[in-house]
C-alpha cells in the first residue's frame, strides 16, 4: 500500500475545490450568526498556514509586485459589483450624501491620520501621508455587508446606499493623495518642484480622465449588450462574464492613459446599470460578479491570515497599537459625523455612516502600490501597521455589521428575512 504524499498540485486542487464550496455556502451558513465572512476566512487561513507541512510565508513585502496587483484585481471586481447593484438614478442631489463622505469626511481623515503619523510614529511627512491615504477609503470589497443588495431587490436606505455609494468613489479619489506621497518623497529631497504637476496632472487630468473614460466606456458597453440588433445584442446571451469583460476593458484602456482605472470601473458601471436599469439581464452581470469578486477576497483574506500567523505584526509596538484603536474609533467616526452635519438623516443613521468606515483590500493594495514607487526605508513597520487596522477593522465591523444593520431596518419596519428586503449582513459580495 502506497503512502499517503499527494502531489502538492493534487493538494491544490483539492483545496481550490473546498474554497469554491464555501465561496457559495458559508454566507447562508454566517445569515444569522454574529460573524463575518473575512473573519472566516482569517481563521482558515491562519490554520492552514500554521500547519508545519505549509513552508510558505505570505508576507505582502516578500512579494511587492504579486501583492500589489492582486489586491488590484480584487478591488475592480468589487467596484464593478458595487456600482451594478446601484438603483438610484445618478444626480447630485440624489447623491449628496456620498458627496458630503467624500468631499469632508476623507480629506478630513487623510489630514488626521498623517498627523498622527508624524507626531505619533514619528514617520516622515511622505510616509505619514501614504499610510493615511491608504486607510481613508472605506474598502469596496469588506464594506459589502453594509452595501444595498443585487440589482432591483427593493427602496435603498440613505445608510447602504451612502456606504456603496462612497466606496465605490473614494477608491478612485483617494488616488492623488497616494501620489502626493510618492511625489513628495521624491520631490522634497532635491528641492523639485511638485504642486503644479500634483494639481494638473494628477488631480485635474487623472479624475476627469477617469470619469469620461469609464463613461464611454460604460455607454459602449451598454449600446452592445442592451441597444444594438436583436439579434446580436449582448444581453442575448445571458452570460454576465458581459460585466467582468467592462470591468478590465475599462480599467485597461483608462490606465493605458494614465488616469484612474479605479474611478474609471465604477462610472463604467454606473453607466452599464443606466443603459437599461430594469433588464434582467443586470441580475446575470451582477451574479457572475458577486462570485467572482467572493472567491478572490476570500483568496487572498486566507492568504492574510497566513501572514498574521507569519509574522506580519511582530514589528508591532505600543503606540501602533494606539493609533490603530484612534484610526478606528476616534478619527472615522469624528470625520463622518462632521461630513453629516446638516444632512437630513436621523442619529442612528448618521452613527452608522460614521462608524463603518471600513479598512481592507483597498488598504493592501494604496500600500503596496506607494511602497513600490517611492523610497521606504522599514516596509515592515508600515506592513504591520496596515495589517492591525485591517485585522481591527475585520474584527469590529465584522463582529457589529449584522446585529446593527438588522436593528436599523427594524426600526425602519423592515423585515430582514423578507424577499427583496436590504440584506442584514452577509449577502452580496462577502467583504
Same mark, same amino acid.
Given at each position: ?7 502538492? $498540485?493534487?493538494?491544490? &486542487? ?22 463575518? &465572512? ?18 510558505? =510565508?505570505?508576507?505582502?513585502? =516578500? ?187 475599462? $480599467? ?41 469578486? =467572493? ?29 490603530? &484603536? ?72 465584522? &463582529? ?11 426600526? =425602519? ?19
Amino acid at each position: 500500500m502506497q503512502s499517503l504524499s499527494p502531489d502538492p $498540485y493534487i493538494l491544490i &486542487l483539492t483545496g481550490a475545490g473546498l474554497l469554491i464550496a464555501l465561496v457559495a455556502w458559508l454566507p447562508l451558513a454566517l445569515k444569522r450568526l454574529p460573524l463575518s &465572512l473575512p473573519i472566516v476566512c482569517i481563521g482558515i487561513g491562519a490554520a492552514i498556514f500554521l500547519l508545519p507541512q505549509v513552508t510558505l =510565508r505570505p508576507l505582502p513585502y =516578500r512579494y511587492p509586485e504579486i501583492t500589489e496587483r492582486f489586491a488590484e484585481f480584487v478591488v475592480i471586481i468589487a467596484l464593478m459589483g458595487a456600482g451594478l447593484k446601484i438603483d438610484r438614478v445618478f444626480g447630485w442631489r440624489r447623491w449628496s450624501i456620498t458627496w458630503r463622505l467624500l468631499a469632508i469626511t476623507m480629506p478630513l481623515g487623510i489630514v488626521a491620520i498623517a498627523a498622527l503619523g508624524v507626531k505619533v510614529l514619528g514617520l516622515p511627512l511622505a510616509v505619514a501621508l501614504l499610510i493615511a491615504a491608504s486607510l481613508a477609503p472605506t474598502d469596496p470589497v469588506l464594506a459589502a455587508d453594509v452595501q444595498v443588495g443585487p440589482p432591483k431587490t427593493g427602496d435603498e436606505d440613505e445608510v447602504r446606499f451612502g456606504l456603496t455609494s462612497e466606496a465605490g468613489l473614494n477608491d478612485g479619489a483617494a488616488f492623488p493623495f497616494v501620489h502626493l506621497a510618492v511625489l513628495l518623497a521624491v520631490a522634497l529631497p532635491v528641492g523639485k518642484p511638485w504642486v503644479v504637476e500634483w494639481l494638473t496632472y494628477r488631480v485635474l487630468w487623472e479624475i476627469a480622465g477617469g470619469i469620461v473614460g469609464g463613461w464611454l466606456v460604460g455607454r459602449a458597453f451598454g449600446w452592445l449588450t442592451f441597444h444594438i440588433p436583436a439579434e446580436t445584442k449582448l444581453a442575448r446571451t445571458g452570460d454576465g462574464l458581459i460585466a467582468i469583460s467592462a470591468t478590465l476593458v475599462s $480599467y485597461g484602456l483608462t490606465e493605458i492613459v494614465h488616469v484612474y482605472g479605479f474611478l474609471a470601473v465604477f462610472v463604467t458601471a454606473l453607466t452599464f446599470r443606466s443603459a437599461h436599469r430594469d433588464h434582467e439581464f443586470q441580475d446575470e452581470m451582477h451574479a457572475i460578479t458577486e462570485q467572482i469578486e =467572493r472567491l478572490a477576497m476570500m483568496v487572498l483574506l486566507i492568504l492574510f491570515g497566513g501572514a498574521l500567523v507569519s509574522g506580519l505584526l511582530t514589528p508591532i509596538i505600543w503606540v501602533d497599537v494606539v493609533v490603530a &484603536l484612534v484610526v478606528l474609533l476616534v478619527i472615522r467616526p469624528v470625520t463622518g459625523w462632521i461630513g453629516l452635519l446638516g444632512w437630513a438623516g436621523d442619529r442612528d443613521e448618521k452613527l452608522t455612516l460614521s462608524f463603518f468606515g471600513i479598512r481592507g483590500v483597498g488598504s493592501i493594495y494604496y500600500l503596496a502600490y506607494g511602497i513600490n514607487h517611492m523610497p521606504v526605508a522599514d516596509a515592515e513597520h508600515l506592513w504591520a501597521i496596515v495589517g492591525l487596522i485591517i485585522l481591527l477593522s475585520i474584527l469590529l465591523h465584522g &463582529l457589529t455589521v449584522t446585529p446593527i444593520m438588522r436593528s436599523l431596518d427594524e426600526r =425602519r419596519g423592515v423585515d430582514p428575512e423578507a424577499k427583496g428586503a436590504p440584506p442584514p449582513g452577509l449577502q452580496g459580495p462577502a467583504l
